[in-house]
């Protein structure tokens, strides 16, 4: 995904249970899509590093148009009251700078004339 990083939270240091932490960082990614009559769309995605991920998102400042891949993943979470409820998270494993990647358009950006509905 092409866009651009428009803030980036502190970086957060988690502790576990078993003595060890970890840290990570939230950053927030706008861009925008046009609609089929025209009508541009702006998005935002907030992506969150950590490990190794943490050091790609070093290398890009706020304002920069970024190249970013992430997983996407949900976890189920059952409340004291026995209601069930789904999370989810866009984890960021690589990021950098546009200008450093291919100019390859957004799969919302490509056409598609072959008249099936996907």
Known sequence: MKATL??????ETIALKSGESFAKQTAIFEWS???????EYDRMLAVEFSGKGLQHLATV??????????????????AKDGKVRYFTTAKGWFVKKAEDVSDEP????????DGLPF
């Open 61 to 78: 400042d706020v304002g920069d148009l970024c190249e970013v891949k992430y997983d996407v993943g949900s976890r189920e979470w059952t």
């Open 6 to 11: 428009s803030r980036k939270t502190e970086v």
């Open 33 to 39: 899509e046009s609609g089929k009559d025209g009508t």
């Open 106 to 113: 957004l799969p919302s950006q490509v056409e598609d004339n």
